[in-house]
């Protein structure tokens, strides 16, 4: 590791609750946290905090018991977070918006000590609190919750002194079949982030941070969250997303620094076009993360808003960020970016390995972000990580001269057809950049003797036509005739996670499922 990481390194704190105390400390009137029009100061939110661990501490809440928090996005889950930390406890986040099914498995996986539930910002947080018997509660200041009953099961893990080993949360990924995942990201991997992060964006404690993203899932966790509350900027939190009520945000909010995913930025663009002006507000950076951006939504998004969309890498397993485009070298194209500082890529072969440069082959990444491991899954663990600390992505990248990462798919999303490799991803940006296409998701499906064919899903522009026979001569004119889809489905709503990432495990189950008279035909 470099002078200048093992420097950063040193100068983080050890947990995750050392941030409000020190700003508290240091601006305790500033802005920290605001909700539907009620503003945290930081003094404020460090009361909140200091209320968290007495209501956990009354709850029987220990050091290295996992404490499932169920709710969307609300300035009490913040201080629960930090209140969870101060404790040594794990933080469990877990999205209301999963289904019976998924929430009671990740409960049932982590053994949590005790489950709350934001049930004021949330109807489907109240809706599993019921389902489990919680009891509701009013606090002071965190507001209603519910809270959920002692498990007395629950043996507490390990607590280390060091934050670089001491787990902060466990993040589930996002999944649609089998058991759920649940990374172990530490304290260091946390702060790590929070601090490259705002360091890249160049936040300061004048700027306001739009946060949307769901705080259950770690690009909402670590890069915004905590990435804005680490540098002192203002976060502005909202349970949920809904394309008027950020551009009002950006109106009168002052909101200056937003992130998203590619698929807000498009249900974004539907409501902007001809009704907005970058003008009246103070926005100054724009960052897409989460899934891949294709070339026509990043150019929509910049013409629209009058600034550069930047665009980035990362997976929950790295808390989340591998490479980022830099404020001050913008770039036209949709490359993620450099690494982040301090750390280091490998782009490997079958057999591991190095490619040479500008070559794909699957990406490995080392640095103080990497997770723990899987909690309760060593072969699992074993099965993702390679001598040395590398972590493998199972994501296939390339990379230029200059350092630039492109992504080029997903190992396990890798469709062969007739022996040829087609990435989904090329697909998708060929069939994006239909005017009367708003997104797509293109995945492979087993046909005989082994071969897989192309299905695309595509959700239609509302203001325009979309006709099928046009599509797929448009893209007979761009992609080799191997990579066409067999099939072009529309859907007026993809699956997507809370994150608004498209659910690809079940567009993938539905093409295998669809009868032979639909294979055949197309269908909508």
């Known amino acids: 590791m470099d002078a200048t990481t093992n420097a950063l390194l040193a100068s983080l704190p050890q947990r995750l609750s050392d941030i409000p105390a020190r700003w508290a400390a240091q601006a305790p009137e500033a802005p920290a946290v605001s909700q539907g029009g009620v ?17 956990l501490q009354g709850l029987a809440v220990r050091p290295g018991d996992r404490v499932m928090i169920v709710g969307e996005n ?13 404790l040594d406890a794990w933080s469990v986040n877990v999205n209301a918006r999963l289904s019976p099914g998924e929430v009671d498995a990740i409960r049932e996986h982590c053994g949590a000590r005790r489950a709350i539930y934001t049930v004021a910002v949330s109807p489907d947080a109240a809706a599993h609190a019921d389902r489990h018997g919680a009891e509701r509660t009013a606090q002071p200041l965190l507001g209603e919750l519910a809270l959920g009953a002692l498990n007395t099961a629950c043996e507490p893990e390990p607590v280390s002194a060091s934050g670089a080993e001491q787990v902060a949360a466990l993040v589930y990924t996002t999944g649609t079949t089998g058991h759920p995942k649940g990374v172990m990201l530490t304290h260091r991997n946390l702060l790590f ?34 990435g804005t509350l680490y540098a002192g900027a203002a976060l502005h939190v ?5 394309p008027q009520a950020l551009i009002d945000a ?22 902007a076009r001809g009704a907005w002006s970058p003008a009246r507000t103070r926005l100054r950076f724009l960052y897409a993360g989460g899934s891949p951006l294709d070339p026509t939504l990043k150019a929509e998004v910049e013409q ?18 591998i490479s980022q485009t830099r404020v001050e070298s913008p770039r036209r194209d949709t490359s993620v970016g450099p ?19 500008g070559l794909p082959g699957e990406l490995w990444v080392r640095g103080p972000n990497v997770m723990k491991g899987y909690y309760r899954e060593p072969a699992l663990t074993a099965d993702t990580m390679r001598p040395g600390g590398w972590l493998n992505t199972g994501d296939v990248a390339r990379r230029d001269p200059d350092g630039a990462l492109f992504i080029v798919g997903r190992t396990k999303e890798l469709i062969i057809r007739s022996g040829f490799n087609v990435y989904p991803v090329e697909v998708e940006a060929a069939l994006n950049s239909h005017p009367a296409v708003s997104q797509s998701a293109v995945v492979g499906r087993t046909v005989a003797d082994g071969n897989e064919e192309v299905v695309a899903f595509v959700e239609p522009d509302p203001s325009r036509t979309l006709d099928l026979d ?11 005739p191997y990579k066409c889809p067999s099939q072009i489905v529309v859907m007026q709503a993809m699956p997507a996670a809370a994150t608004g990432k498209v659910l690809k495990g079940l567009l993938k189950q539905q093409a295998q499922d669809m009868p032979p008279s639909s294979q055949a035909k197309g269908g909508k």
Do not use: K
């Open 74 to 86: 609300c300035a009490a889950q913040i201080a629960l977070i930090f209140a969870a930390a101060r």
């Open 238 to 242: 909202v349970p949920r997303y809904a």
């Open 470 to 480: 046009e599509l797929q001569r448009y893209l007979a004119e761009r992609l080799s």
């Open 339 to 357: 690494a982040i500082p301090g750390i280091e890529l490998r782009i490997v072969d079958g057999e591991g390995a190095d490619v040479p440069e």
């Open 250 to 271: 950006l109106d009168r909010e002052g909101v200056t620094v937003l992130q998203g995913v590619p698929a807000m930025y498009a249900r974004l663009l539907e409501a």
């Open 304 to 321: 629209v808003f009058g600034q550069t969309l930047h665009n980035g890498y990362g997976m929950t397993e790295s808390s989340p960020t």
């Open 193 to 226: 982030i929070a601090a490259v992060s705002s360091r890249l964006r160049q936040l300061s404690p004048a700027d306001r941070v739009y946060g949307v993203l769901p705080i259950s899932h770690v690009y909402g966790l670590a890069s915004v969250m905590l």
């Open 39 to 55: 503003v945290w100061s930081w003094r404020e939110l460090a009361r909140a905090v200091d209320d968290g661990v007495a209501l």
